[in-house]
């Protein structure tokens, strides 16, 4: 699985170690093959109602907003319909050698993360 990141934003006079605030879209690559190898059979609460039967190639894109709590920290709502998940848990790393960015966004609401 990939994932892309997109954003439109207005950085103005503000400058930001870490993602500029506002909407952004992103977009899981889904590979049957792998999702395959780690879907396999679990126990789950009757209440999760989750099912796996299928995966099928391509893009899941979604949309998802970064909010600054203060200077140094922010968290994501992604939107899913009506339904709004916020992420706090999110490591940022920075390869000062090569100028590449990286984000770890736990999920825990489905025990996984980005």
Sequence with gaps: MCISLQGCFDFGNNTYSKLPPGPWRGVLKLDPERSRLVSAPH????SENIAFDEVTEGDL???????YDDEENFHLEIHNAQETIVLDQITFLKDRATNKDTLII???????YF
Excluded: G, H, M, R
Aim: net charge negative; aromatic share 22%.
């Design 43 to 46: 126990e789950t609460k009757a």
């Design 61 to 67: 894109p979604f949309n998802f907003d970064v909010i």
């Design 106 to 112: 736990d999920f825990p609401p489905y025990d996984s």
